[in-house]
């Protein structure tokens, strides 16, 4: 069984676009919950194997990127977060979720301001970390994504850098460094790669035809008698987390 729930509210705005990616990735269900009803009833979260924090302006950033956000889950959810985790499901944080997941301590550094001090918007080439086991990045080696931030330079103490190195947790670097995020980290996970953050959208990359090269890209395949593709290979980040799910929990019953 594999049931997401994908948080909304105070100026998250990519939460439709994450759930379709799920729902394209053969999720048997997904649901957008505002946090506040979540709070509201707390037991809802028993109900599913992936907590998504997706991306957005929480709060405007007024008081730093997911910073405000955070806060409220730290004060309503958060032992409900830490059991989540020891149950083994997984959790996703997309750019302002990767800030919320840093704020609340599931994941080491935090997210600076871009060295130029300005929003970039573009495409970027990432290349996986072959010795992370994150179970959302099985099987993808490099990988071309979107990003969108003005908070989005990783930094970290080399203490905590070292700790990163030697227990695998960068997840992905920039090949090109965007943002002034030191040693070109993109991405970091915890708890065994189940806690995943990262800053470009996968959700934002899911058909072909959202490549900004894809005519290019498509007449370069049909000239070399190849097929065009319907996807992309950020595809396989969700599908990677819907089949760990169905795997790891499909004989357990959970109630609707």
């Not at 302002?96 to 929003?119: D, K, R």
């Not at 980040?237 to 795997?247: E, S």
Request: with cysteine; hydrophobic share 40%; aromatic share 10%.
């Amino acid at each position: 069984m594999a049931k997401v729930l994908i948080l909304s509210g105070f100026g998250i705005n990519c939460e439709e676009e994450s759930k379709y990616a799920f729902e394209i990735a053969g999720a048997n269900q997904v649901d957008i919950y505002h946090i506040n009803d979540l709070i509201k009833d707390k037991s809802i979260l028993n109900n599913y194997e992936i907590l998504c924090f997706p991306g957005g302006f929480s709060f405007g950033d007024d008081l730093g990127s997911g910073k405000a956000f955070a806060n409220i889950v730290r004060n309503n959810l958060l032992d409900e977060i830490e059991k989540f985790i020891e149950q083994k499901k997984l959790i996703i944080g997309i750019c302002n979720g990767f800030q919320v997941l840093t704020n609340l301590n599931l994941l080491p550094g935090a997210l600076a301001h871009n060295e130029s001090g300005l929003y970039i918007d573009k495409w970027v080439k990432l290349k996986i970390n072959p010795e992370n086991n994150s179970p959302w990045l099985s099987g993808i080696s490099d990988i071309e994504l979107p990003i969108a931030h003005g908070e989005g330079n990783y930094q970290i103490s080399e203490e905590a850098l070292n700790s990163l190195k030697t227990n695998h947790q960068i997840a992905f670097e920039y090949k090109e460094n965007p943002n002034g995020s030191l040693e070109n980290i993109a991405s970091v996970c915890s708890y065994e790669g189940r806690v995943i953050g990262m800053m470009p959208h996968p959700e934002r990359a899911i058909f072909f035809n959202q490549d900004p090269l894809w005519t290019l890209k498509k007449d370069q395949l049909k000239r070399q008698s190849k097929d065009v593709p319907e996807y992309l290979p950020a595809i396989n980040i969700f599908k990677n987390a819907v089949n760990y799910c169905k795997h790891k929990f499909e004989n357990i019953h959970i109630a609707p």
